[in-house]
């Protein structure tokens, strides 16, 4: 496993929770990347239209989504985005410096879903130069 892949997700934590829900871990992962997506996509669209208030709810969401499956990199700036709309809400400014931070945000969640991906579906794990038996060769077939 990389650097990279223990940076972005707590495999630890994310085991734990798999062993937890069992077989409806499958059906709680397929909701983080459909629903995380769309939360992204509502922040995005939100910065895009300098809608304030259009950005905590869908943080809020990714931010408890992630942290349940082990995403801590991706909760904590989603947990930025959050509270500093929130405070801007209340002091009726648009946080121009969430900019980045969105950016980030949409880096971290493909990242997170494509280290999810490669710990459970079992045709992206596969590593074809190691499979069972010996390396299939015919170099001393049919020589005498």
């Given at each position: 496993m990389s650097d990279e892949a223990r940076e972005v997700i707590d495999w630890a934590h994310f085991e734990r929770s798999r062993a937890e829900l069992g077989p409806g871990f499958i059906r709680i992962l397929s909701y983080f990347k459909e629903d995380g997506g769309k939360?992204?996509?509502q922040i995005e669209q939100a910065m895009r239209e300098q809608h304030?208030?259009?950005?905590v709810l869908p943080a809020h969401t990714l931010k408890g989504e992630s942290r349940q499956l082990?995403?801590?990199p991706l909760a904590k700036v989603a947990e930025l985005i959050e509270t500093t709309a929130r405070f801007c809400v209340e002091s009726r400014r648009f946080p121009d410096e969430l900019v980045p931070d969105v950016v980030e945000l949409r880096?971290?969640?493909?990242?997170t879903v494509e280290l999810f991906e490669k710990a459970?579906?079992?045709?992206m794990t596969r590593n074809?130069?190691?499979g069972f038996g010996r390396k299939a060769s015919n170099q001393s077939f049919g020589r005498i």
């Open positions: 939360s992204v996509a304030t208030a259009g950005l082990g995403a801590e880096k971290l969640f493909s990242q459970t579906n079992p045709l074809p130069s190691t």
